[in-house]
């Protein structure tokens, strides 16, 4: 019989399922898994205060920084109906120990679920209700603060306060509109610091902050079209103005199936620009998942009768003590052998770029049994760890059939019988296709098991909170001074002739009204500034650290100072990377240091005449434009801020051309 190759597997089941790269994929590509996607777009607002008590927001603490620590362990409750929460339940079995850090400066014994709430920071709540009217949802018309459970212990109470403030709204994308289901307030949850073993840490200066997520329906059909949501809702937050920015500060939840599949939760995700690549490869996985359970189904017709058999090994089988396992055995680990009857294949079988079913197991090994990897290996390990021969007796050992598959695992004693659990209820997942999950992105597209997917029934009412009413006067009020919509902005920018490759960054840094203010205020070009702020203003960012005191305004009073001394703009490309660093410095100090002196246009083309015969005796091309290039180039520092440069051009030319028609 032909010796079983996982590696040709993999690539037999990745080209079975028509994986194909996210730069290869078409339209047809994604009509053909059935891909659809919606999102849940968390934002930090700018608030002074925290959402339901009166600690500052937006204090954080970078260094191992805190006062007091915290111990919890979640247990699980039953419901009014006498059953348990899936989400609670696996919890649970994790044992986990929650640890908080606390820093007096940013918590309070609200946060530590010591004390009733604060009323909601009314502040918050005017900005929430402000972009919910941005996104054309229709107002509630009084606000019921819920309770919605948070199991994972990144909130020490169990549970987030949330209220719902607006529902059934839409944005404009470029080619299609995006339905929104609702808009919701709530606090932040903890920063989590570690994860190792039973040992979660968290720290609580986050927690509690203001926060709002838009939920869109799952009516996006391609990737580029989820990010180009996730974008336009980032850009609407953005505009008002009042919402925080930075690292962390707006977060995705992207909600992911396929034709077929479930609902993934992708959790967490910090990057826009990773949204195309990680719902690519989600929708696949998934589609990988529904052919794993088209062939085990074939495979194994009833699966009910169908048993995995488990074997311990120990210092009794000298036999099976290859280096790995005793190395496992001598740290006081158990280890334990599998035999999957008639999943060969399965194991091997293409998930993700890198990744197999295999995969999908020991994942699930690390959060619910809290086994830290490395924690198994497998007969169809794309790198082994036992030999070929040492295998043999592995399989020998279970008595196992050639269609067959084996695992053998290895962790502390204690966690064992969950292991064992988990290990066989993930296989006995595959035979129904795609489990819920919330699963954690990375940078390049995969994902690994996070937790299972909360149920529908994790929201009830806050006894805590009463109702607050919204009059239509409020409403009306906070209507009447909203920014311009996003997809107005897109319009701006086009007739101004802004270059299309700066619009990202605009809207993103919400400088669209500074591109207005200056131009209106100054008589500066619109497209000149969006140009200037879309492409050296944003070389300036990446290149050099502000100071702390450097503000948008700054930029403003630079192009008024240029108007007022009636310069042209174009000395705000050297006054801005000093003004960026030093932003306290007063402009006539900027222009001292930058070398700046005032020169009319006849002192500019005085040295023409000059500089035309140097060019004569030092250049072997001698063309009129030759000619004129070189010496734009030698009075080029100098006119910068005095003249335009296209202005002094032509009078360049007009001279050469008269006086040195030879050249």
């Not at 079209?225 to 995705?252: D, M, P, Q």
């Not at 992708?266 to 690519?280: E, M």
């Not at 960026?580 to 500019?604: A, H, Q």
Request: net charge neutral.
């Amino acid at each position: 019989m032909k010796k079983f190759d996982p590696h040709r597997n993999y690539e037999k089941t990745r080209k079975a399922i028509g994986y194909v790269s996210r730069n290869e994929a078409t339209l047809k590509d994604y009509k053909r898994i059935g891909f659809k996607s919606g999102l849940e777009v968390h934002q930090q607002l700018k608030t002074k205060s925290k959402l339901f008590c009166r600690c500052p927001a937006g204090i954080y603490h970078e260094n191992d920084d805190y006062n007091a620590e915290l111990i919890r362990h979640m247990r699980p409750t039953l419901s009014e109906l006498g059953v348990y929460d899936g989400t609670a339940l696996m919890e649970f079995r994790t044992k986990k120990e929650i640890h908080y850090r606390i820093n007096n400066k940013t918590a309070c014994t609200y946060e530590v679920d010591d004390t009733p709430p604060f009323p909601i920071d009314r502040e918050a709540l005017e900005i929430a209700l402000e972009i919910s009217i941005l996104s054309k949802l229709n107002i509630v018309g009084e606000v019921h603060i819920t309770r919605k459970q948070y199991l994972d212990g990144s909130i020490p109470t169990g549970f987030q306060r949330s209220a719902i403030l607006g529902v059934e709204g839409e944005i404009q994308l470029r080619k299609k509109k995006i339905r929104l289901i609702q808009l919701s307030i709530e606090e932040d949850s903890c920063r989590e610091i570690s994860d190792i073993g039973h040992v979660r840490v968290y720290k609580t200066d986050r927690l509690g902050m203001p926060l709002i997520e838009t939920v869109t329906y799952p009516d996006m059909e391609t990737p580029d079209e989820l990010a180009e949501a996730a974008e336009y809702i980032r850009f609407l937050n953005r505009s008002t103005g009042k919402v925080r920015t930075g690292i962390g500060a707006g977060r995705e939840d992207v909600n992911v199936s396929c034709e077929g599949g479930t609902r993934v939760e992708l959790k967490g995700v910090a990057h826009n620009k990773w949204i195309p690549d990680i719902s690519h490869v989600e929708c696949f996985r998934q589609y990988a998942l529904l052919n794993i359970r088209k062939i085990i189904n074939q495979k194994i017709p009833e699966k009910d009768k169908w048993k995995i058999k488990s074997l311990e090994i120990d210092f009794s089988h000298p036999d099976l003590l290859f280096k790995p396992l005793r190395l496992a055995l001598d740290n006081g680990f158990s280890v334990y052998a599998f035999n999957l009857p008639k999943c060969q294949g399965i194991l091997s079988h293409f998930t993700q770029p890198g990744y197999v079913f295999a995969n999908e197991i020991s994942d699930r090994l690390k959060v619910i049994a809290c086994i830290e990897k490395p924690n198994m290996t497998y007969s169809e390990d794309l790198t082994p760890v036992l030999t070929g021969k040492e295998f043999e007796k592995i399989v020998h050992f279970l008595d196992a059939d050639p269609e067959d598959a084996q695992i053998i695992l290895w962790g502390p004693p204690a966690d064992m019988p969950t292991a064992l659990e988990t290990v066989e209820e993930r296989i006995r997942m595959a035979f129904d296709g795609v489990p819920n999950e919330t699963r954690k992105t990375f940078g390049d597209g995969t994902n690994i098991f996070e937790r299972v997917l909360p149920g529908r029934d994790r929201m009830y009412p806050d006894t805590d909170s009463e109702p607050i009413p919204l009059a239509d006067d409020q409403i009306k009020m906070l209507g009447d001074k909203l920014p311009v919509l996003i997809s107005e902005r897109y319009h701006q920018l086009r007739e101004w002739g802004v270059p299309e490759d700066t619009y990202n960054y605009l809207l993103s840094k919400n400088l669209v009204p500074l591109i207005e203010k200056i131009s209106t205020g100054f008589g500066f070009s619109p497209k000149y500034i969006g140009t200037f702020l879309g492409h050296t203003f944003k070389s300036i960012v990446g290149k050099k650290k502000s100071h702390k005191n450097f503000s948008y305004e700054k930029i403003w009073a630079m192009f008024g100072f240029i108007a007022k001394k009636k310069m042209q703009p174009a000395i705000a490309h050297l006054m801005l990377p000093v003004i960026y660093e030093y932003p306290d410095m007063e402009f006539g100090s900027v222009l001292t240091i930058i070398d700046f002196r005032k020169y009319s246009l006849n002192e500019l083309i005085a040295p023409v005449d000059f500089l035309a015969g140097k060019f004569k005796q030092i250049r072997f091309t001698k063309t009129e434009k030759a000619a004129v290039d070189w010496i734009m180039g030698q009075l080029h520092r100098q006119a910068i801020g005095n003249v335009m440069l296209t202005e002094l051009r032509k009078v360049v030319e007009e001279k050469i051309r008269k006086t040195y028609n030879s050249i």
